[in-house]
């Protein structure tokens, strides 16, 4: 793959060798699977999204998305300038459920921020031609307020709720009091509406000094978010040295970090006041040792009826894609080989299959049943 300063003097249109699809079979708490190489020859890929026709998006870290169809990748133009710098750049890609009439692509990345003042994550959006090689009438919809410097900690996912706003998650951007600090959007989930305003229904609107946009916070760094079977959200996020956590996200509550936590910093000594404190959440469920969870998907059971409902997290640590289920929840298996070393994103394609993408090979594939 080209550094990214060769790669802007090449064609948007300049199609990418593909390898050819490699296959294995293994067996889960469903049966054996089979795994599928779909795209290859990837630098640092971070997301991927399905449009309609079932041809797809993928975002590189370094800047370039890429739009897949009938087995090529192509760059597409008119993408946001990024902040490519430690887990910086282009992040999150999300397609809208009238994607077929809006023809509009959500995108979040770090943004920087102006000469000294570092970075934050942003949210633009974009329409997508109808060849799939540009994007036209981009705008950004939503920045934070006073990010950070360094390159640690910008979330980020954006997903579409039932009512059509946004939900996009924010990292603490490793300055941990900041999380706790409503007057910035450090370690929160924001919500807004397809155009950038705020809802009125959001919990701080017409507070002062509170950021309006914020649904939640108190959160360190959360990588995956995903709506259940019942439209209610849910995230992953990244704990210190243990207590990576899933939460159920609740309007206007405080998860927490860093006054209470289940990890501890990575020389060992104690966060914050301890495991729990009144006024903050709970976890719905906690890992010790910490995975480096990187991905949410609640799955639909189209094709494994038996794993509806059930939660899907991509592990950047463990190489594997955890399998999450019950109430109260437990991890009750795992999908791993190969293919699934340092996971990134896991989605559901519209006809059933699991897909994930994967950082340190740099290809995307595709799981059905065997």
Known sequence: MYPRILALLISALAVLT????????????????????????????????????????????????????????????????????????????????????SREVFLTFARKQGWGKGAGTALAVGRLSDDGTRLSDLRILFEAARGGKGGRHFGSRVIEARDGTLFVTLGDRGNKPTAQDRANHNGAIVRINRDGTVPGDNPFVGQ???????????????????????????????????????????????????????????????????????????????????????????????????????????????DNISRVRGNPLQQVDTIEGPETERVRDVVEAPDGSIWFVSISIGAVYRVTPK
Request: overall charge neutral; glycine content about 14%.
């Open 208 to 318: 002062s000094g509170i950021q309006p946009e914020i649904w939640s916070w108190g959160h360190r760094n959360a990588q995956g978010t995903a709506l259940d079977l019942n439209g209610n959200l849910w995230v992953v996020e990244h704990g210190a040295k243990g207590g990576d956590e899933i939460n159920r996200i609740r309007k206007g509550a405080n998860y927490g970090w860093p006054v209470i936590s289940y990890g501890v910093n990575y020389d060992g000594s104690k966060i914050g006041e301890g495991t729990r404190k009144p006024g903050m959440q709970q976890p719905a469920y906690y890992w010790d040792p910490s995975i480096a969870p990187s991905s949410l998907m609640i799955y639909s059971g189209r094709l494994w009826p038996e794993w509806k409902g059930d939660m899907f997290v991509g592990s950047l640590k463990f």
């Open 18 to 101: 593909l390898p050819p699809g490699r296959a294995q079979a293994q067996t889960t708490g469903a049966g054996q699977i089979t795994i599928t190489e779909m795209l290859g020859g990837l630098d640092t890929p971070w997301a991927i999204a399905f449009l309609p026709s079932g041809d797809y998006l993928v975002t590189e870290r370094a800047g370039d998305l890429l739009y897949v169809s009938d087995g090529k990748a192509r760059r597409v133009a008119g993408t946001p300038e990024v902040f490519a710098r430690g887990q910086g750049g282009l992040l999150d890609v999300m397609i809208p459920r009238d994607f077929a009439t």
